[in-house]
């Protein structure tokens, strides 16, 4: 990946103007969430940072709840906050991220604060939004695909990923993502991790029962097929139909609902951020 372009200060970073992909972060976004774990886990160097996370406090199959609540203030974080919230915000998982690292035990070598890392898991963030935005709103072609690509970057950018890193334009990315997708891998131990996940495994037991089988299903669904078959996960043409009219559901209700009331869940999100700051509270 060519490194041409010139490097951009953490200020301009802080600055980059997401307004446009900030449209993305639909109520509707929940349900590819998991979906989008798996993908971010499914690089062996992310998925054992994951699994095996010293970081008691913000495991996702011990604090789901409170990770659910970071993961989604982060992106609120990056796709809608000023300037001063993505540095506040960025300092804070910094000093997480910091702890996330592989030792002599370690099946492979990871450190959270890898800035090519942290381009895999901004490219499958954005993968995400930029699908569930255009299930809503059309395909997006021409000069407005590349600019809400552009400003997707915010999504690697309010960490330590570098711009100059984020592939130079819309086809670079999808290169990228090429590429990197042939490089997945789940071992089994990575495979259980996200299949419980999946299942709602980390939840109550009633709970799981109850909304597991969805929550799996829409899981892999949203999946490429190069992620079900790295999980060695059964896809039939039945389970697809039931994932169509299951997003078609979804996509007709998003489309009804005014974007100020499909945002409000990460519009209050990033005001619980800044109450924070102003507490003293924990970010993360």
Sequence with gaps: MTQSRQRMSRAELDRIDSSFFAKSLLSMGRTMSTANVVMQLANPAVGYGVAHSKVENGRLDRHPIKRARTTAAYLAV?????????????????????????????????????????????????????????????????????????????????????????????????????????????DEEVREFLIGIANFGYAHPLIAKRFGPVKYRRTIGYLPQEFRDALGVRWTDADQAWFDDYLEHHVERERRTPLWLSQLPFRLLLWDVRLRCRLGRPLV
């Excluded at 970057?153 to 890193?165: D, F, N, R, S, W």
């Design 78 to 186: 990056a796709a809608m906050g000023t300037a001063d919230d993505r540095r506040r915000y960025r300092q804070a998982v910094n000093r997480q991220h910091a702890q996330v690292r592989s030792d002599d035990e370690s099946p492979v070598e990871y450190n959270a604060m890898n800035p090519e890392l942290q381009l895999w898991v901004a490219a499958c963030l954005y993968f995400g939004w930029e699908d569930i935005y255009e299930r809503v709103h059309g395909r997006l072609v021409g000069a407005e695909r590349e600019a809400f690509y552009q400003q997707g970057k915010v999504c690697g950018t309010t960490l330590q990923m570098p711009a100059e890193l984020w592939p130079a334009d819309r086809s670079a990315f999808a290169a990228y993502w090429d590429e990197q997708v042939a490089k997945i891998e789940i």
